[in-house]
């Protein structure tokens, strides 16, 4: 089975773990449909570790990339850049639940304000990839157990709207709907 | 692929991540159904969090189910409770290990002659909803380490007499078995 | 579905969680052959519990198999020991993560060899196992990040070059590949 099946319309959901070739699995859905992508990144470098990271998955991207950085804004991102012809990239949705957390947003009024811009008609194909975090033993600190509700009641709502959600384990496909 | 699969005869296991959508998918199961259903409700309200939780739940349900708490002794509630053309729904296996763990019960035994029960034939269908907790990183904590054992041996025992196994993710159905 | 579905050629990589059945499931691969088998275990009893932990996988086993140890040199114990006509199973990778981490190893250059003896032709089947450890929350531990990563890093290279990817939960395998 080829990684690089033929890039879905509407809203793509590319769900998997930590080091699970998630984002390298996104990139190669947009990569082999030719179109010119834009990489919508909600990461904020807080530290070398992040800033390292972040380097790592730009270096690994050609140059048919144009990166926007919404930490927030997300909504507005997607909308501002989807363009007829081409395609977005957002890398990644637990980060940016992170970073509303961090800003005092209302995160359900968000989540659901996102889902109902992807549940629309959109001019591009959109791939959104997001951290699975709710298979493990429950956190004893509250506000990642907060994160956890969160990021599952996030990746629920955007798995309805989507046309297709492929779970990424060890960088290999498993189709959840499309 | 409708959620709203025809419910199986015999048991069904209903594995997902905190906040997958696995109480909603297994409630759906059998609400499709139509049958007059027992919530089996191993929760036990510690504290405000876990209070309002099963508030959440409680809430979510139609008028068609009748809440039955059973905290440590689950298979006396699934035997009594069990009527032909009606439904039971246990959430979940996960806080039924927590609450015999903190009452210092034989859980290997437990489990056994829970796996026992559902293998035996069931006057009607039996769903049983659990929280996958093994997929992160090792605890540091003794007891979670031991938790995370004992559902996980408890899910296996489980899965291998059920009739159909599935696991949830964004609130979305893979089919392990049946 | 049997689980003893036939025995691949080539590697086989079997992941999963903690007590997800995953190394009973590698073991019933390989019994099912009939072939006498090495089982190069990567485990160190550093403490009682995991002294436990290693007795009990050895009790499962039964008398086809040859028990050799390779905390480090893996994949000279693969190469070592892979018979025409035998088999080999590795339990698990994690630990030979970890140990290679306690050693102070270059880990990217030790799992980029493993992935390359295992691209190549093998005299006998080998089955690999390790656990899936990157779908909780982010864990606070700077030295549990960096094992995560190097054994995501490290799935996804065997994956690529395995014949066959399972992954397994409650005792169920879901093929990733092959």
Redesign the interface.
């Known amino acids: 089975?080829s990684l690089a099946a033929p890039l879905a319309s509407g809203a793509t959901?590319v769900?998997?773990?930590?080091?699970?070739?998630k984002s390298r699995f996104a990139e190669g859905l947009i990569e082999a449909s030719g179109r010119p992508a834009f990489y919508i990144a909600t990461a904020e470098a807080h530290d070398d570790?992040m800033r390292r990271r972040i380097g790592e998955h730009r270096d690994r991207r050609s140059g048919l990339w144009t990166t926007v950085d919404a930490p927030l804004a997300l909504g507005e991102a997607i909308t501002a850049h989807a363009q007829p012809d081409g395609a977005i990239l957002v890398d990644c949705l637990t980060l940016w639940v992170t970073n509303l957390m961090l800003a005092g947003a209302d995160i359900p009024a968000e989540s659901e304000a996102l889902a109902t811009l992807l549940s629309q008609p959109l001019p591009c194909p959109v791939v959104l990839v997001s951290n699975?975090?709710?298979?493990?033993?429950?956190?004893d600190n509250?506000m990642?157990?907060e994160?956890?509700?969160h990021?599952?009641?996030l990746?629920?709502s955007?798995?309805?709207v989507a046309m297709r959600?492929t779970?990424v384990?060890?960088?290999?496909p498993?189709i959840?709907?499309g």
Chains 1, 2, 3 share one sequence.
């Open positions: 089975m959901l769900l998997g773990g930590a080091r699970s070739g570790e699975e975090v709710g298979l493990g033993i429950v956190p509250a990642a157990r994160f956890r509700d990021a599952g009641r990746h629920q955007i798995a309805a959600v779970f384990a060890a960088g290999l498993l959840l709907k």
